[in-house]
């Protein structure tokens, strides 16, 4: 980098007087400016407390591509059109923001210990002698126009605000369970290494990433030589970093800490909770941890209040599916359970209707394993059953508690099957999960559990069936023209085909995921109509009852899902996906 102590051997076609120093110096050289306007702006830039460049062109009295060519030219230094950069590849460590910010700068890179910088006036000894304190780099300048450095510097300075604001009111609380750490140095040894700033702020900036980017869980997985953090966004896994090998024991440390896990036993699968407050927004996260050859994988599922508080109409039911389901949740007694495999939204739609049910006159009560979002005005216990508290335990409790209506997380075994049709047969509304594939299968896993065929018959009010199909990006999907031979195979009627469907496909942009952006429950509604009754009773299998079912009037998966694709909602493609083991 040339000093500027050496301007009196550039060439020149002026002469400048020794008032002149450094930028205002090299363009009186250059011939760009005369002495008497330099006077001029080098006095207002000393007394407004601002640079040279930023008066000259205030007052017109030089182009900011005029002054980049001549700094360039006169000091022999590269010049750089910021115009052919993308600014969000520009690396942010290598310079404070505040230092940039001051001296108006922007780091272009770094090979060995030369820092390549990006400036406007490079004749500031002081920027020169900050840069190699702070950064204990050799500076080398590249001149570029001021204006545009100017609005460089304003977005970045923009970006990394709103990334540091919003981590700035990141608060991590812990809550839930007992620390029951057994090597008094081993947990000091490890909250202390747990401690370490750097871990601190990946923790954090993963977690706010996690939900800007609307993941609904975040996997943290240790391998040999790799560890690799996976957000799943829209239900696909999707690779986001790969942080050092040697960060994982101290994040997982930390992340224990958190979540109060007992952070000296690493043999064991543990669970956890933790709360994250974004802003003016309070998020639950539960932590579970499992050992694996190369160290503790983490999954953290995001645990997000407000979905349960959007109401019914936003999870995507179609107007009878709704209507079914209202009528059986406003029943005074009976049973309503949701199947679906792990991950198909089946806890947000039972703390949906709770949220419909919750009123102050009402006694709801839950046992869940564990809680997932916390609903005031509702009874909610964590099962535990290290120390006895199961599903059945729960239950017999609440039936001494005076309840209106009761939650049961999932129905596992015969005894608490039992309890929970006792309390819908006896003034109680029920509502339960099971993992079935559809609502008919649902009635033969009950049989098979060993319930009575009359229990399920005069309990069960309405079986809900659902899985998630992500939602097509409304600002780029695009319409998408299919072979009959095609639609037909999916399951559209004839009468479908001949009328003419719209559907579309996904495309992709900046706003969404792959051409999908967010998810859309598909819903199979089924009431326990007197013919499905008989067919229970006179132990009939589930597709007798899913044959019944079709002639009720009530969609099954795939059909429920072919309804979204023909109105623009999902793709025929993540239909077929979706429901194919429907």
């Not at 020149?12 to 400016?33: D, E, F, I, K, W």
């Not at 690493?266 to 160290?295: A, H, Y």
């Not at 839950?366 to 059945?392: H, K, S």
């Amino acid at each position: 980098m040339l000093p500027p102590d050496s301007l009196s051997s550039a060439p020149s076609s002026a002469t400048a007087p020794a008032s002149l120093t450094g930028a205002a110096r090299v363009l009186v050289h250059a011939g760009l400016l005369d002495e008497t306007r330099a006077l001029q702006a080098q006095a207002e830039a000393q007394a407004g407390g601002t640079d040279l460049l930023s008066v000259l062109l205030q007052h017109g009295w030089i182009t900011a591509a005029a002054a980049a060519h001549g700094l360039s030219q006169t000091l022999s230094l590269p010049l750089l059109d910021l115009d052919a950069l993308s600014a969000d590849r520009l690396p942010r460590h290598l310079i404070d923001s505040r230092l940039a910010e001051r001296y108006r700068l922007l780091a272009l890179g770094r090979r060995g210990n030369t820092l390549f910088v990006a400036g406007s006036d490079p004749t500031d000894r002081e920027v020169v002698q900050r840069l190699k304190f702070t950064t204990q780099l050799l500076p080398e300048w590249v001149v570029v126009e001021h204006d545009k450095l100017l609005t460089a510097l304003r977005r970045q300075q923009e970006e990394i605000s709103s990334d540091s604001g919003s981590i700035a009111e990141v608060q991590l609380e812990e809550l839930g369970g007992e620390t029951s750490s057994q090597s008094g140095a081993a947990t000091v040894d490890a909250r202390v290494d747990a401690d370490d700033a750097p871990v601190v702020r990946f923790l954090q900036k993963m977690l706010v990433d996690a939900i800007n980017l609307r993941a609904s869980d975040l996997h943290f997985e240790p391998y040999e030589h790799q560890y690799r953090v996976r957000f799943r966004i829209d239900g696909e896994l999707r690779e986001v970093s790969n942080p050092p090998v040697g960060i994982r024991e101290r994040l997982a440390a930390r992340i224990k800490i958190l979540a109060r896990m007992d952070i000296a036993e690493r043999r064991m699968p543990q669970d956890g909770r933790m709360k994250l407050r974004f802003g003016s927004k309070t998020v639950d996260f539960r932590i579970s941890t499992l050992p694996t050859l190369f160290g503790e994988k983490i999954v953290i599922r995001v645990l997000d209040a407000s979905a349960a508080t959007l109401g019914i109409d936003s999870l995507g039911y179609e107007p009878a599916e709704k209507a079914r389901l209202l009528d059986a949740i406003r029943r005074p007694y009976g049973m309503v359970l949701v199947t679906g495999p792990t991950g198909s939204g089946k806890t947000v739609s039972l703390y949906t209707c709770l949220n419909l049910l919750n009123k102050p006159g009402v006694n709801i009560a839950t046992a869940e394993d564990p809680a997932e979002i916390n609903l005031p005005g509702v009874n909610q216990v964590n099962v535990n059953e290290r120390v006895g508290l199961t599903f059945a335990t729960a239950l017999r409790s609440f039936l001494r508690q005076d309840p209106d209506i009761i939650m049961v997380g999932e129905i596992r075994d015969l005894e608490t099957a039992d309890i929970a049709i006792k309390a819908a047969q006896t003034g109680h509304l029920v509502l339960s999960t099971l993992h079935t594939n559809d609502a008919p299968s649902t009635l033969s896993r009950l049989l098979n559990m060993g319930v009575a065929p009359f229990n399920i018959a005069s309990s069960i009010l309405v079986i809900t069936a659902q899985r998630l199909a992500r939602r097509l990006c409304e600002r780029c999907k695009e319409p998408v023209t299919l072979p009959d031979a095609a639609l037909l195979d999916a399951g559209y009627t004839p009468q479908h085909v001949a009328q003419g469907l719209k559907l579309y496909r996904p495309v992709g942009c900046p706003e969404c995921n792959q051409g999908y952006k967010g998810r859309v429950g598909l819903y199979q509604v089924m009431p326990i109509s007197p013919e499905i009754e008989r067919i229970i009773l006179n132990h009939g299998s589930s597709s007798d009852i899913a044959q019944q079912a079709r002639r009720d009037g009530v969609r099954d998966l795939r059909q429920s899902g072919l309804v979204k694709a023909a109105r623009g909602v999902t793709s025929l493609e993540e239909v077929l996906s979706v429901t194919n083991t429907a």
